[in-house]
């Protein structure tokens, strides 16, 4: 994530009655911005260019990932965000934070498409079921032939899945996984038509399951200070835990199990 006084970021609002916040980057380190095309506008696999350009060709409007090089030059790595630059201030850019940027071409969501998405998802199983979700995460597991998409979610609802409403939870529960198939991003549609990618998998994990995460995170070396709970999973072992602790799962082909 962006970090304020290392690298040289000072977070400003340009309007208070909205959180929103950009930040100015400022010269105390070499900044470089590898530029970002959304696959959602133009459903392309490579999203992030190789060639990076400096503080003078970027442009408003336009997403990048930001790239830093100390004073030294001994150091140079990828910060791993992606930002938008909404204006500048003098000659520096000003950015805010969009997302963490994909990490692999076999991605097929990012962050902001899943938390976009689990809005619509949420307001299904509020209206229907007075059902609150609390947490959730995504996994692509690529041992299935097609690769499948996998989303695990708590929720907070004492007894939606009790024996006598067990039939109406899940007709409800496929609706929403419907909803949240057809809603997610451009790259997760083209790789669904064409095949690449089979249907849409939705969990209902036992509640207090992130928290056990967050204890294999911390017990792996992670600073407790430091752990954040992830969006998209990468690590099995952690999908392993969830998997253990799910007890409904549906299909988007409105199969069950």
């Known amino acids: 994530m962006l970090c304020w006084n290392e690298l040289g970021y ?119 079921l007075a059902a609150e979700l609390t947490k959730y995460a995504s996994f692509l597991d690529l041992n299935f032939s097609p690769k499948r998409l996998k989303v695990f979610v708590e929720v907070k609802k004492e007894g939606m899945f009790i024996p006598e409403k067990l039939q109406e939870s899940i007709l409800v529960l496929k609706r929403a996984c419907s909803v949240l198939e057809d809603n997610l991003g451009g790259l997760y549609k083209a790789s669904r038509d064409k095949g690449d990618t089979g249907p849409l998998l939705v969990s209902i994990i036992k509640p207090g399951c992130f928290e056990t995460l967050s204890k294999v995170a911390i017990e792996k070396g992670t600073p407790a200070c430091q752990y954040k709970p992830p969006k998209i999973i990468r690590n099995q072992e952690l999908v392993c835990v969830l998997e253990r602790n799910a007890f409904v799962t549906v299909f988007s082909d409105c199969t069950e199990k």
Do not use: W
């Open 10 to 128: 000072h977070a400003t609002s340009r309007d208070y009655t909205i959180c929103y916040v950009c930040f100015h980057l400022q010269p105390t380190a070499c900044f470089e911005f590898l530029p970002y095309h959304d696959p959602n506008d133009d459903e392309i696999n490579a999203v992030i260019c190789e060639e990076t350009v400096d503080f003078s060709s970027v442009e408003a409007g336009k997403m990048y990932e930001i790239v830093v090089t100390t004073f030294g030059g001994f150091y140079r790595y990828r910060l791993g965000d992606i930002v938008r630059v909404v204006g500048f201030y003098n000659l520096a850019p000003e950015v805010e934070y969009v997302m963490k940027a994909p990490r692999a071409l076999f991605d097929i969501i990012t962050e902001r498409d899943l938390m976009s998405v689990m809005g619509s998802f949420q307001l299904v199983l509020r209206n229907e």
